[in-house]
């Protein structure tokens, strides 16, 4: 039956029997036209809006085709409603009915894109509009019919092609991934990494937790090596991820925070190779299954590094609560208790089970997309792997998001048999349920027969805060429970059963460590050491040095509404650890530095900063972070043009240190000082602030290299609590290491130092600077040191000498 | 286009501006003819054109013009 509009304004559509159609013909064309701008907008804000990405809902571009799907069932359904409305009441005016619901609910949907207006002024203006149009419209009814029918074709072959192209291009990119593969070496295992989000170690029943909460990693672990000292290279997941996945500390890529995304894809935002690609060109095929859907998926640039990625829309539910009207759906009508009671009555509960992405509430938008449990990453994971051997093996990275917050693993899981008062006890739960998935995942490769030609590689991103020094959840911090993560390597006959290796090793060692130890050429160097040394000949002690660090937060909304924490975060300023085979060094931008005993003290209860035993340690591990930063093994050795600055003994130095090539800035200034003198010392960056500019560090060393305690940081002095003050600001009793001046400003370092000796002889002191970020400086970056002398306590012959040369 | 950027490039407590703003033209839209109709019968109170009406003189003051 063809359809018709009718032409003329002297015949009414609405009596013929083709204009009885109209009210489709109008929800299709505004469905579609709703849904596509839409998907667009939807795509196109979250890359504009990315320093919110932590508080809003995500999509990809399968939303493209879902949204205009969602919307056209939408407008469908009230067409029909309204087409049996006017069948029950003869005088209902349908066409301008029509009329007012399609462009309130396109303009609705429009004005929540962007999510710059509040719900009730987007309602307030979608109504005006739609009754202003629809009061009109009945005179208009033929001018508006005809450009409806004429253009409503095209827009059908526009859905129906976006409909095809969008998931026909994934698979035909896979397909030609997948045929453009070498092949792999005769020996090859399949690898599978299965990262458990947010699992600390202490909670794992292998660990010598007293709950056995993890029986099947457990059995992992007793048939292969397990690191009891693992160290996350930060405390929250999409930098763990990028460590993980490249083996770079998050300040090597200047990934500690969800970067800046183009509008459209261009570029990487992951510059470093990912270890899944490494594998590609050694004949791997690749994927990841994502249960994070926050900060692990494709968009964020983990894309590159496999082959095949699933992240989103792992449902229909999760694809409908990520459209505007699903998202709309959830937040107003799935929690009426009518609805809750008719969703247990049809044994759909699980329908409530919710994730934590979410919009955050600066946004207004209190609406949860369905969470992806482990069960479902199992399903995937398997699916995609086949029933039976491929031509080339895989490599897999899951993450499994079920012990993260909210906790307790799915409603309808059954709860084990400990207590469920606790937050820990909900914890457990999930970890428990966790296992339970890895367990059935595990029996299911080995009834395929791929049990025993597959490397499984167990590693937590980072760990969880279950109220230690007053803090819940995790990233704000670096506490030894939110950096110690479980690490198991597994593939009986291969790798060695039963060790248990105590050497502190950063978990960010996991790329180097199959990059060199699986066949095949290696492409790409990874940073770090192969822990596969450490298992061929576990050493005894557990010496090591890992680092992690955490960014200024300046970004997720949702944390600023918080009260006040107890101790320094991240929403203070950026923090970094160094740990040891028995220390653990916290250095915080702002607010000073903590030392933790964490073999005798793994809660980090008692601070030893101030303790004697400390002072030495402090000044180690500052300045094996400092080398770190600095590119790793710094060379110290040589003074090369050592001009005296101050031939006339002046008590004002002032130096200019322009770099004519780009470089990491890492330089070394000697000061001739007498015992007892107080010297001023100040670094500032001279050309910019923000971004670009040197967000130096001051340390001052002795001769053989070791940070002097004889210093005072009025800013930062012995770690006040947020919000006080320096309790002792006379006292010269810090580590002579400082970053900033003052909050806010990155650029500007000072530092006052006691001199440190007796007599008369004056004392050599090597000021050091550096980068926090350990980035290479621009060519034309240039800034000044300046040392002053106290004035109450002048001491004539304070010498700053040049630069010292480095590597 | 630039005022639309700033509109969306603005701090988060422009949104309480830009929403009641967006309100209040939304309300304006749903009651328009009303709105119209107001509008116009305020004018008309305030600037008598000459197709309205002349109200009828009293007829003691049209005699007393005629005197």
């Not at chain 1, 795509?43 to 919110?52: H, M, P, V």
């Not at chain 1, 493209?64 to 006017?86: E, K, R, T």
């Not at chain 1, 069948?87 to 029509?98: D, E, I, K, T």
Request: one cysteine or more; proline letters at 7%.
């Amino acid at each position: 039956m063809g359809l018709h509009l009718t032409g003329t304004r002297h015949s009414s559509t609405s009596e013929t029997s083709s204009g009885r159609l109209v009210p489709l013909l109008l929800a299709a064309w505004f469905g579609i036209a709703a849904g596509l701008v839409e998907g667009l907008g939807l795509l196109l804000f979250q890359r504009i809006d990315w320093r919110q990405w932590g508080v809003t809902i995500h999509v990809s571009t399968p939303i493209l085709w879902i949204s205009p799907l969602v919307d056209l069932a939408v407008f469908l359904s009230i067409a029909a409603g309204l087409m049996l409305g006017s069948r029950l009441w003869r005088g209902l005016p349908v066409f301008q009915a029509a009329v007012f619901f399609f462009v309130s609910l396109t303009v609705y949907d429009w004005l929540l894109v962007p999510r710059r207006l509040y719900h009730s002024a987007c309602f307030l203006l979608a109504v005006g509009l739609g009754t202003f149009l629809s009061q009109r419209a009945k005179r208009y009814e033929a001018p508006i019919a005809g450009p409806v029918r004429r253009s409503l074709p095209v827009l059908v072959t526009i859905f129906v092609a976006v409909l095809i192209a969008v998931p026909c291009s994934r698979r035909f990119q896979e397909h030609r991934a997948l045929a453009a593969l070498p092949a792999a070496k005769p020996g090859s295992p399949n690898v599978l990494v299965i990262i458990v989000d947010t699992l600390r170690a202490d909670h794992v029943s292998a660990y010598g937790y007293s709950r056995e909460t993890t029986p099947n990693i457990d059995r992992l672990a007793r048939e292969g090596v397990l690191f009891e000292n693992a160290v996350s290279a930060t405390s929250w997941t999409f930098p763990a991820h990028v460590s993980l996945l490249t083996g770079s500390y998050p300040f090597e890529d200047g990934l500690g925070r969800v970067p800046p995304m183009p509008l459209w894809n261009g570029g990487r935002l992951i510059k470093s190779p990912m270890i899944g690609e490494e594998l590609e060109r050694r004949g791997y095929r690749t994927a990841a299954f994502s249960a994070n859907r926050v900060y692990f998926d494709r968009d964020l640039g983990f894309g590159p590094g496999f082959i095949h990625f699933e992240d989103y829309f792992f449902s229909p539910a999760d694809m409908v609560s990520r459209t505007v009207f699903g998202r709309e759906f959830v937040r107003w009508i799935l929690p009426h208790n009518v609805v809750l009671r008719l969703l247990a009555w049809l044994h759909v509960g699980g329908a409530l089970d919710f994730d934590a992405e979410r919009s955050g509430e600066a946004w207004m938008v209190k609406s949860h997309p369905p969470r992806k449990r482990g069960e479902e990453i199992d399903r995937e994971v398997l699916h995609w792997i086949g029933n039976s051997p491929q031509a080339h093996p895989f490599f897999a990275v899951l993450n499994y998001f079920d012990v993260h917050f909210p906790y307790g693993g799915p409603p309808s899981y059954s709860k084990p048999a400990w207590g469920q008062d606790q937050r820990g006890d909900r914890y457990d739960d999930g970890v428990k349920y966790v296992d339970d998935c890895i367990g059935r995942l595990m029996a299911e490769l080995t009834r395929r027969g791929m049990g025993q030609n597959t490397l499984v590689v167990i590693v937590g991103d980072h760990g969880e805060m279950l109220g230690e020094h007053g803090l819940t959840g995790h990233g704000k911090s670096l506490y030894w429970p939110l950096i110690h993560v479980p690490l198991i390597f597994w593939y009986p006959g291969h790798i060695p059963a039963g060790v248990r290796v105590a050497r502190v090793v950063s978990s960010s060692f996991l790329p180097v460590t199959l990059s060199s130890w699986l066949p095949g050429k290696v492409q790409w160097r990874f940073p770090g050491d192969s822990l596969a040394n450490l298992w061929a000949s576990p050493l005894p002690d557990r010496d090591g040095t890992a680092l992690a660090e955490l960014s200024y937060n300046a970004l997720d909304l949702d944390l600023k509404h918080e009260e006040q924490f107890p101790v320094p975060t991240d929403l203070q300023g950026a923090m970094r650890s160094v740990i040891s085979g028995r220390w653990h060094l916290i250095m915080h931008k702002q607010l000073g530095n903590q030392l933790y005993d964490w073999q005798s003290d793994p809660s980090e209860a008692h601070n030893l900063i101030n303790a004697p035993q400390g002072e030495e340690i402090v000044g180690k591990l500052t300045n094996d972070l400092l080398d770190l930063l600095a590119g790793r093994q710094m060379e110290k050795e040589g003074i090369e043009q050592a001009v005296n600055l101050n031939p006339n003994g002046r008590t004002h130095i002032e130096y200019v240190r322009s770099l004519t090539e780009p470089a990491r800035v890492n330089d070394y200034y000697l000061l001739h000082a007498s015992p007892g003198a107080a010297v001023t010392l100040e670094v500032h960056d001279l050309k910019s602030e923000g971004a670009g500019a040197l967000d130096s560090v001051l340390a001052v060393e002795d001769a053989q290299g070791r940070i002097l305690l004889t210093c005072r940081n009025t800013e930062d002095d012995h770690l006040p609590l947020p919000g006080t003050s320096d309790a002792t600001p006379e006292a010269f009793d810090d580590a002579c290491v400082n970053d900033d001046i003052r909050p806010g400003v990155q650029s500007a370092s000072r530092l006052q130092v006691r001199v440190p000796g007796r007599g008369e002889a004056p004392a050599d002191l090597y000021i050091r600077v550096s980068d926090w970020n350990g980035r290479f400086a621009a060519a034309g970056t240039s800034y000044q040191i300046t040392a002053d002398e106290a004035v109450e306590a002048p001491v004539a012959g304070t010498t700053l000498m040049g630069q010292k040369k480095l590597n | 286009m630039q005022v639309l950027l700033a509109y969306y490039g603005g701090p988060d407590q422009i949104m309480t501006v830009t929403s009641g703003f967006a309100g209040v033209v939304g309300l304006l839209l749903i009651f328009w003819n009303k709105v119209v109709a107001a509008f116009f019968r305020v004018v008309r109170i305030f600037r008598p054109t000459a197709s309205d009406p002349v109200p009828a003189k009293d007829e003691n003051e049209t005699l007393k013009e005629t005197s």
